[in-house]
């Protein structure tokens, strides 16, 4: 992938020399990826925030937290597709390249699947992310509308936990065995980020498709089944937990690899190192498709490969200093009530 232009500061490196934090507190660290924080904490001149696409419910919080954010003396920016809905200014809106230029933290109101597409969008930027839920689970947006505002305040005084969660990067390409003619005809392959997963799966019509597994050039497996799901860590709890993977703790450098409907009986998902390069090889099934946190795909044919590693991309999630993985998930997916 080619380096953004723009190439962020580390986290803390606003603050002069000896000075402290904003608020004179320390941020907590939780254990993740290569691109954690290293230092105790840094203040936020420059905000952005950004709501769900068309979303009715998302105009008065929005502006709420920009007249608090305000007050605090912080620069509030917008994304223009926030602003055109809610009637926002749009001569001060910004795309989200130059909110990523110049925001110091950006706040994202809505769901999940919001989030997935800005962690994308902004992490080559190293923008970090505070997510406000208005979606239904919430995974990754944990703070309530309710309590924005003082959540907020208590990071912009320093009191947060940073996580470093990882990506995936995909392209999708002929094969080495492709018809030359075929090969000429075909541009470079796209190299797409996801932040969930890379789901290779059958298409409408709904024949099963058959693929081989590689891992690092090593042969897995051969399989026919409605697709395979490669998960990261953060997408281990979307459609490959329906499918029967495991629940993978974000901190964990691993992918996984979680067959969908496989016609077997004896196979079962595989956990790898963040590390291998995994590569699938379609035999059969003329209409599959490659899709990508389900906010985009590409069709792949006979022969075509998809190849699927670590980006060197981290998202940064802010959460409040309370914040507990474990109450979350038991939170969301009902653990522990009784009948």
Known sequence: MNEP?????PLGADQPSGAAPHGGA???????GRAALRTPSRTFGTVAL?????????AEPLADLARHLAARGVEVLIDRLTAAHVGGDMAGALSLEEIGQRAGLAVVLGGDGTMLNIA??????????VGVNQGRLGFLTDLSVDRMAVALDAILDGHYL??????????????SDAPAADAEAVEAPATVLAFNDVVISK??????????????????????????????????????????????????????????????????????????????????GSEAVVRFDSHSDAAIGCADRLHVRRSDHDVMLLHPDDYDYFHMLREKLKWSETL
């Open 120 to 129: 994308r969008t902004l992490a080559p930027f190293g923008v970090p992310l």
């Open 50 to 58: 950004i709501g769900k696409y068309k979303s009715p419910l998302i």
């Open 203 to 284: 298409g409408e019509r709904g024949g099963m498709i058959e693929f081989d597994v590689s891992v690092d050039g090593q042969y897995v497996t051969s399989l026919r089944a409605d697709g395979l799901i490669i998960a990261s860590p953060t997408g281990s709890t979307a459609y490959a937990l329906s499918s029967g993977g495991p629940i993978v703790h974000p901190s964990l450098s691993v992918m996984s690899l979680v067959p969908i409907c496989p016609h077997t009986l004896s196979n079962r998902p595989i956990i790898v190192s963040a590390g291998s390069s995994i590569e699938v090889r379609m035999r059969a």
């Open 162 to 175: 940073a996580e470093s969660r990882m990506l995936l990067e995909a392209t999708v390409g002929p094969g």
């Open 26 to 32: 320390s941020a907590r660290v939780l254990p993740g």
């Open 5 to 9: 232009a723009y190439r962020p500061a």
